[in-house]
């Protein structure tokens, strides 16, 4: 059985690999976080969702589209303003 590809719910990163996963206070691994934004049930940085979108945007030559095309980092810190508040963490309510 095929699982939904799941999403770091704070930066985006595709969570595929057991150690992609952050993981809660008894070391369980989290479901919605990565491990580089969550470790011991709490986040390991303390920031705002534009100061996320600044960091991640450093990598922008690892993202690609549809046709394997990378992003400029204008190109991706647009689309990371659309699509990170969706994130849980992000999410207003």
């Avoid at 985006?12 to 070391?27: K, L, R, V």
């Amino acid at each position: 059985m095929n699982e939904e590809m799941k999403f770091c719910q704070s930066c985006g990163m595709p969570m595929q690999a057991a150690g992609d996963f952050g993981t809660e206070t008894d070391g369980s691994p989290s479901g919605e976080y990565c491990v580089y934004c969550y470790k011991g049930g709490t986040f390991t940085a303390a920031c705002t969702m534009e100061e996320m979108i600044r960091h991640c945007a450093q990598f922008h030559e690892q993202f690609r589209d549809e046709n394997g095309k990378s992003y400029t980092f204008e190109e991706s810190v647009t689309l990371m303003r659309e699509y990170f508040p969706t994130l849980k963490r992000w999410k207003k309510d």
